[in-house]
């Protein structure tokens, strides 16, 4: 169980808020994203199912390049790069952030 008492005396004492903020944000990402891969995964299992049974068809080519429209941008820059940029902008505290968003992510 995560112990905060640890938290504050041990590594995240040294980051101060950004770390803070940094470690709420990755322990609340890995938690999302972890429940997003599950709710994916159920879709699938679903979609699959109805085409098995031949209530639906897919053209999983057509969904392979939404898929990769949505991940890449025409500048070749990724989703997650793009994320990345929007929670570390104008922060005086970045290094401190990024260290604790690692710290909260590995906790998550």
């Given at each position: 169980m995560l112990d905060p008492n640890h938290l504050m005396n041990?590594?995240?004492a040294a980051l101060g808020f950004g770390g803070l903020i940094g470690a709420a944000v990755g322990y609340t990402a890995k938690?999302?994203?972890k429940l997003a891969a599950i709710l994916v995964g159920l879709a699938f299992v679903l979609v699959q199912a109805?085409?098995?049974l031949g209530m639906l068809h897919v053209d999983w080519s057509h969904v392979e390049a939404a898929g990769?429209?949505?991940w890449v941008d025409p500048h070749g820059v990724t989703l997650a790069q793009r994320a990345w940029s929007v929670l570390t902008a104008n922060?005086?505290?970045g290094g401190g952030f990024a260290a604790g968003f690692a710290i909260g992510f590995k906790l998550g």
């Open positions: 041990g590594p995240l938690k999302t994203i109805l085409v098995y990769h429209e949505i922060l005086p505290f």
